[in-house]
């Protein structure tokens, strides 16, 4: 299929590239950006005037659901989800039933998304044996497997014995290990940061410590291991600080931030809203301060969804009885725009949280838009502003608590290694 | 916005009574007096007030509770509703999904009110939230959220015995950080106004935090007590000792315990409040309890009134108040 996308303005981060254009795509790669040649024949032409286009956007953190949760989403569903968001490539944790801690599994994902997926799927191997922190997994056969890198999803590895031997036995192989940090023994069974609103509320609390903690042992980890490590969705700003220091002593450390920190904040549990509910908790105003200047300053590599999908029952239940999380997809675009325009961040800065960011974390070459690259691209509106509402999201899970919230940044076509898989309603293509 | 308003009817009338917090100070006292007209009721031949006939009260405890469902029952059937006790046991999370719908099913009989206990934090403003909209839901205890109930029938009690709250100096003394019954008490008493609020205890127990809340933080029963006009003395959960949160009962008691020495400290015609039920030499020393500035069991039937009056204003909302008025 040669597809043109004509007259849009052309942004890649990678490329340090902002001119408009056209860009052109044939067999599932980018063959010319900019001017294209004349005698290029498409048999697919995307209007792109007043529009952005720039390379498909890569999320680090999204929960499919499938294997093992198909009520809560699926790889088609949640794929949809990200086509409809600009996202091109999931990176998906090992926390799925059962556990991505063997070829087979990867295996599995790999033909469930190529049968019924709109979306790359990056996978991210089991530290542990079944996430329990105490036997590590296989790691040289998951990377042989196609995993980009080891994690243990939201169950961080207490036991500091096994996380060194891990990451020593990930860093003879050139793995990077993906850490959520948290100290389970000071998070103590929370749901919600621990301060002046878990107080008022009777909700038990998550210490910031909890996090910042865990943060320094890992780095001290990370030193004496010599393997690289990414911190994914830190939600302290003491944490955030500690992960730049270390990275200015030049450990090999970078760091991402869930899209719904740099906007909400414990003061938005107030009225008991379930799908405020979220790990890490939304923390005080101070710490999504920092968070924003951190985004400002280059300390975040990347801005996620951490998305999360959940069925209706799930969050209809006493606060903490439901369960963490944000279906995220659809508003990660339009909701790190609106941070980067508070950050005061170029557009072009903004872009790369979405894009040559998370490639570089991943270690993949996508995310730009490189003569020869695979042809992933994202075709949005900056200015369009759009409602969010359950009947619009392609998400099985409506869970977010920017429902009904006005947000500004529309996308209009996906394309994925040179395949449309996504136009918005009303859009002629 | 709205859910905060939850609570509130567009009149500005109480619709439930889910907490103190976001209640007027008007509202406070309108309680406080209305529950003023209904302590007279239990004195006469028949205990009965014909306000809420042929109103139906469930009582949904799904924590066990005996003194606060008794105390309920008795308001509810004093202003003549018929009332039904409804006990569900639930474990933490497997049983929640049930909720929603053991309350679908309860609306089905149509009934008028929910009494509603439960061990989360939340769980009234969840099912108020919820719930068919000619349903009212009073908050009987959430988690450690609130028990406003109680908080009012405190505030009751000590109107009772020492007037206005301008000028009184309050202490708190005990498990703050798990108390729903501290937290409806802070929020009445800053609602209120009184002269200072002091919060007593360990730093376990007594987050620094706390401050938000409008309350002065002291770790020692001392200084925590000193010229005080009004002495509340909080139960301690034996599970405490299992957190780490305290050492010893015994520790706790020498440093925290409430005896006629440390009483000594407060102001001499202090009161001494509990919310019940006591653990005699835990927090607080049985001469104390059972001494002539201790005001536990008039505590216990204020409790009947305030619910009267709060029962009666959810739902005799529309015009058939008159009555009690008089």
């Known amino acids: 299929m040669r597809i043109v996308i004509r007259g849009g303005r052309i942004i890649d981060p990678a490329n340090k590239l902002d001119v408009t254009g056209d860009v052109c795509i044939a067999d599932g790669v980018i063959t ?231 906007h909400l904040t414990e003061m938005d549990l107030v009225g008991f809203n379930g799908n405020c509910h979220v790990r890490p908790p939304l923390r005080s105003q101070r710490d999504r301060q920092i968070l924003l200047e951190g985004l400002q300053r280059g300390i975040f590599s990347a801005v996620c969804s951490d998305h999360q999908p959940h069925e209706s029952s799930a969050k209809l239940l006493p606060f903490a009885e439901t369960q963490p ?94 395949r449309p898989v996504y136009t918005a309603p009303g859009v002629a293509s | 916005m709205k859910r905060q308003n939850l609570q509130l009817d567009e009149q500005g009338q109480l619709r439930h009574f889910l907490s103190v917090e976001g209640l007027s100070r008007a509202m406070l006292v309108d309680i406080l007096d209305r529950a003023e007209t209904f302590t007279g009721v239990a004195s006469r031949a028949v205990k009965k007030v014909p306000l809420l006939r042929g109103k139906t009260i469930i009582n949904l405890f799904f924590e066990s509770s005996t003194r606060t469902r008794t105390t309920f029952e008795l308001a509810a059937k004093r202003l003549s509703a018929d009332v039904l006790n409804i006990n569900i046991a639930t474990s933490a999370t497997s049983k929640g999904e049930s909720l929603l719908d053991t309350l679908h099913n309860l609306e089905a009989m149509h009934c008028d009110m929910f009494v509603v206990r439960h061990n989360q934090s939340g769980a009234a403003p969840f099912i108020a939230a919820h719930v068919a909209p000619h349903i009212s839901v009073i908050n009987a205890g959430d988690g450690s959220h609130a028990h406003p109930t109680q908080g009012m029938l405190d505030m009751f009690t000590i109107r009772q015995v020492k007037g206005d709250f301008h000028r009184l100096k309050v202490a708190i003394v005990g498990d703050i950080l798990h ?74 008691f020498q440093l925290y315990g409430l005896t006629e020495e440390k009483l000594a400290y407060a102001a001499a015609d202090a009161i001494v409040l509990h919310p019940g039920p006591i653990n005699r030499g835990v927090e607080i020393d049985s001469r104390v309890a059972d001494g002539k500035q201790s005001v536990i069991l008039q505590q216990v039937s204020n409790g009947i009134a305030v619910r009267m009056a709060i029962m009666s204003m959810v739902l005799g909302r529309q015009g058939e108040s008159q009555e009690v008025k008089r």
């Not at chain 1, 508003?331 to 072009?348: D, K, N, V, Y």
């Not at chain 2, 009445?188 to 919060?199: F, H, N």
Request: proline share 5%; glycine share 10%; charged share 20%.
């Open chain 1, 32 to 262: 010319a950006v900019g001017a294209g040649p004349d005698d290029f024949h498409a048999d697919h032409v995307i209007n792109a005037h007043d529009m952005v286009v720039c390379p498909g956007f890569i999320d680090l953190a999204v929960h499919l659901r499938e294997p093992g949760q198909e009520h809560k989403g699926t790889i088609a569903s949640e794929t949809l989800a990200a086509a409809a968001g600009g996202v091109t490539t999931v990176c998906i944790p090992p926390d799925s039933d059962p556990v991505i801690d063997s070829p087979a599994v990867v295996e599995l994902i790999r033909q469930r998304n190529d049968a019924t997926g709109s979306a790359h799927v990056a996978m991210l191997g089991a530290m542990t044996k079944e996430l329990k922190g105490a036997e590590i997994t296989e790691m040289h056969a998951l990377k042989q497997a196609g995993c980009v890198g080891i994690s243990n999803g939201m169950a961080a590895v207490q036991n500091s014995l096994v996380l060194r031997r891990a990451m020593e036995y990930a860093a003879s192989y050139d793995l990077k290990t993906f850490l959520v940090p948290e100290d389970a023994h000071l998070a103590n069974g929370g749901c919600v940061h621990e301060g002046a609103i878990s107080i008022r509320m009777g909700l038990p609390g998550i210490p910031e410590c909890a996090e910042s903690i865990a943060v320094g042992r890992d780095l001290l980890l990370v030193e004496q291991t010599g393997v690289a490590a990414h911190f994914c969705r830190l939600s302290s700003g003491r944490a955030m600080n500690m992960v730049a220091r270390a990275r200015h002593d030049g450990l090999p450390v970078s760091a991402d931030v869930a899209a719904h920190q740099l």
């Open chain 1, 325 to 418: 999380g944000i279906s995220g997809l659809e508003t990660l675009l339009a909701l790190t725009l609106r941070a980067g325009a508070e950050a005061g961040m170029p557009l072009m800065d903004v872009l790369a949280l979405l894009t040559s960011g998370p490639a570089e974390v991943l270690g993949i070459a996508r995310g730009c838009l490189t003569v020869g690259a695979v042809a992933d691209v994202c075709v949005f509106r900056e200015q369009e502003t759009w409602l969010l509402t359950p009947e619009h999201m392609h998400s099985k899970g409506k869970n977010t608590p920017f429902m009904h919230w006005e947000l500004r940044g529309k996308v209009q076509h996906t394309v994925l290694a040179g």
């Open chain 2, 179 to 252: 108390s729903r019954v501290a937290r409806s008490q802070i929020h009445a008493l800053t609602t209120l106004g009184v002269d200072e609020l002091r919060v007593v205890g360990p730093k376990t127990l007594i987050p620094d935090s706390v401050t938000s809340l409008g309350v002065h933080i002291c770790h020692d029963l001392h200084s925590g007590l000193k010229d005080v006009d009004v002495v509340i003395m909080l139960r301690l959960q034996r599970e405490r000792m299992l957190g780490a949160f305290l050492p010893s009962e015994h520790e706790y």
